[in-house]
């Protein structure tokens, strides 16, 4: 009975035991093969150990042996380590060669070879000169041990660069002809120096001069001649660009430094320069300021190379704004201009430039027609979005018609802060800004038309009322009547006159007297303010000398009008309306700014004296309530005229919305009902007159219908009279 209770407990063991190890994982590098973990041989893997390297299997994990010739870092790594690197024997191992070779690496290897300028085994001098295309047609080869140069022809020059084909020099681009007398001094020495660098160059012993120092020369003149204004013609404009296009022909090649950026005061370059035996290939970007300049070195070759190339980008910051003659246009890209916007033909488009001019300059002679365009860059110097009254254009300098062009250049895309330019050939280019004459809209004309139309009805009206009315004479009468005078004025000259552009003297004439008489309105309304503080303030005094209310009504706007054009006439007229010019606008909205915060004070002090008067223990409450009623309407008048003025300016200064601009028309054509309802319609001794006016006017038609009617009844009661000679009756 024990034997078998032990053989039980024995089988239970084991079957426990069999069943861990069946649970149980294998480590890291084994695999699991029928229940057994036995060795992964990682180095099936392929490309584990990556190349140059081969793989080592080992129980539980491999290595990495680097091949000859390699190492590893760190040494046996394994594949989530690195890979194996090459060894440079001639540094590492310090490999020696023979006095007539050099250590030269190999991936893997090294080998003594030759320097450059040698050959064969023995290391003799290679004769370069030897073979024809070394240095072309317009040189001589010298050879020398271990190299060769190129003395350039007389005429020839390969700037410096010894080992380049020589090519053609005009030196004849920096001599100052007879109709260059009138450009400054300081440019005459400037082509005067470059002639001679040029000169030097051309010679037959060549001769490397120092680039840098041309390019600062240059600069330096391009400085003094931007700060004096001597560019002042589009000849002087046309000859300055060229110059300076030419002088970066001779300097380029001349600069040491693969890449020279200098800045100066009103000048910013980058030039770019390589020198090798093959052609260079790829992109080249320069940037400056202001501008990119994006191109292949393909077309910076062209279609030979001597065994150097340039490229260079140069930046003009004040040459946009030097003269109003550098805004003009070219012919062909106004008629262009008129094509693509038909909306504006027969329009004055205004032209503007909105960067930087910049010239870009490369060594490759045929720039006419380039094999692929070029892209540039701009940064506009005043940040605008493109409308319907605003369009750019990607130009160049026309040296034959002295204006923009913007023929060969397209624009690629734009946005309010930078315009990008696409163009087959290389020049000065700019971006240019077209304004256009923006249409007023059918709907805005409408609402001015008759809004003025039925102003003009209703300030008629007033005058009539504040001139004829009995019961409403005074002071404040007075101002009423010259206000609604001024207001009447003013409306019927813009209605009639303010599209009156093609005639430039009346068109003036037009602005001068709608800005004398806006600015009158504005005086008369000071002085109801001042007449409604004395009223309450100084125990009702409520009389102002005509004279002082002329002289401020009717003199300050005229001393106003006389300041301002004298000191700017042409603010007077613009090219789409007969009223005062963008710059000018100060002239009429400062004294109304003025106007209206004095008024705001005195009706201020006025509530706050009133609500005194009223709070008093024996107030006089007839005429309070009298001069609360005036002081309600002339605030209303304040609120409603002065802050519709107020409230334009900033509309001018930010160009608003479609929602402000319907706003401010309606509230500015109906500026003369406003008056009628505020100072007729809403005063009850007015209304009273009326009311006795119309009383009379239908009593007196009544009167004359009695009789009429009494005069037909008596006469049909009367007996006809019979005439003597023929006996009929007459009525």
Not at 317 to 345: A, W
Not at 505 to 514: D, H, K, N, Q, R
Request: hydrophobic share 35%.
């Amino acid at each position: 009975m024990l034997p078998n209770m032990v053989l039980k407990w024995a089988l239970l063991l084991l079957g426990l035991f069999l069943l861990c190890c069946e649970s149980h994982e294998c480590k890291e590098g084994f695999q699991k093969i029928n229940r057994t973990c036995v060795d992964e041989d990682e180095c099936e893997r392929p490309n584990l150990c990556g190349d140059n390297a081969r793989c080592l299997n080992t129980l539980g994990s491999y290595y990495c042996i680097c091949d000859e010739g390699f190492e590893s870092k760190p040494p046996n790594f394994t594949a989530d380590k690195g890979q194996c690197v090459d060894i440079n024997e001639c540094f590492k191992k310090k490999v020696e060669c023979s006095s007539e070779k050099e250590c030269v690496n190999t991936l893997g290897s090294y080998n003594c070879s030759c320097p450059k300028g040698y050959r064969d085994s023995e290391c003799a001098d290679n004769d370069e000169c030897e073979r024809t295309d070394v240095c072309g047609t317009n040189a001589n080869c010298y050879n020398y041990e271990g190299s060769y140069s190129c003395k350039c022809h007389q005429g020839y020059s390969n700037y410096g660069n010894d080992q380049s084909k020589c090519i053609e020099i005009n030196c004849d681009e920096f001599k100052i002809e007879s109709d260059m007398e009138e450009m400054p001094k300081q440019w005459k020495d400037l082509l005067t120096r470059l002639r001679n660098s040029c000169e030097s160059l051309s010679g037959p012993d060549g001769g490397r001069q120092t680039g840098e120092q041309l390019l600062e020369n240059l600069f330096t003149s391009t400085d003094e001649l931007l700060t004096d204004g001597s560019i002042a013609s589009g000849e002087m404009l046309s000859q300055f660009l060229g110059a300076v296009e030419n002088s970066m022909r001779l300097i380029g090649p001349q600069l040491k430094e693969p890449v020279t950026t200098m800045e100066t005061h009103n000048t910013f370059a980058e030039v770019a320069v390589t020198r090798s035996q093959t052609p260079p290939t790829g992109s080249v970007t320069l940037s400056t300021d202001s501008a990119l300049f994006n191109t292949s070195w393909e077309t910076v070759v062209g279609n030979s190379y001597p065994g150097f190339a340039f490229v260079a980008l140069v930046s003009y910051k004040d040459l946009n704004s030097s003269s109003d003659q550098f805004h003009k246009i070219s012919r062909t890209s106004q008629e262009q201009e008129s094509r693509e916007r038909s909306d504006v033909k027969g329009k004055n488009i205004t032209y503007q430039l909105n960067s930087n001019v910049v010239t870009a300059v490369v060594s490759n002679p045929e720039t006419k027609q380039l094999s692929e365009p070029v892209m540039l860059i701009f940064t506009h110097t005043e940040e605008r979005a493109e409308s319907g009254g605003v369009a750019y254009s990607c130009v160049f300098w026309n040296e034959a018609e002295g204006a923009w062009s913007g023929r060969g250049c397209e624009r690629a895309w734009s946005n309010g802060t930078h315009t990008g330019c696409s163009c087959s050939h290389l020049s000065s280019f700019a971006v240019l800004m077209a304004l256009y004459p923006i249409q007023d809209s059918f709907e805005l004309v409408l609402i001015t038309r008759v809004g003025l139309g039925l102003s003009l009805v209703c300030l008629f009206l007033c005058i009539l009322t504040f001139r004829f009315c009995r019961s409403i004479q005074g002071t404040r009468n007075s101002i009423h009547l010259h206000l609604s005078v001024c207001l009447f004025i003013a409306d019927l000259v813009f209605l009639c006159g303010i599209s009156s552009t093609h005639n430039k003297v009346a068109c003036s004439i037009v602005a001068g007297l709608l800005h004398y008489f806006f600015l009158s309105s504005f005086c008369w309304m000071l002085l109801e303010g001042v007449q409604l503080y004395r009223m309450l303030v100084l125990v009702f005094e409520n009389t102002i000398k005509h004279l002082y209310m002329y002289a401020v009504g009717y003199g300050v706007p005229l001393a106003v009008i006389i300041i301002s054009a004298i000191s700017y006439p042409q603010g007077y007229g613009t090219d789409r309306h007969c009223w005062l010019s963008l710059e000018f606008m100060w002239s009429f909205f400062a004294p109304v700014c003025i106007i209206v915060v004095l008024n705001s004070l005195v009706f201020v002090m006025t509530v706050w004296k009133l609500a005194e008067k009223f709070s008093s223990l024996n107030p006089d409450l007839s005429k309070l309530r009298k001069i609360r009623g005036f002081t309600v309407t002339a605030v209303a008048q304040l609120c409603v005229l002065g802050g519709m003025w107020v409230f334009g300016c900033f509309l001018f200064q930010n160009e608003g919305t479609q929602v402000l601009l319907y706003l401010f028309t309606i509230l500015n054509s109906l500026q003369g009902a406003l008056i009628f309802i505020m100072h007729c319609l809403l005063s009850k001794p007015v209304r009273e007159e009326y009311c006795k006016l119309i009383s009379r006017i239908c009593s007196q038609k009544e009167k004359k219908y009695s009789e009429f009617s009494t005069n037909v009844s008596s006469n049909s009661q009367r007996p006809l009279r019979s005439d003597q000679t023929t006996g009929e009756s007459k009525i």
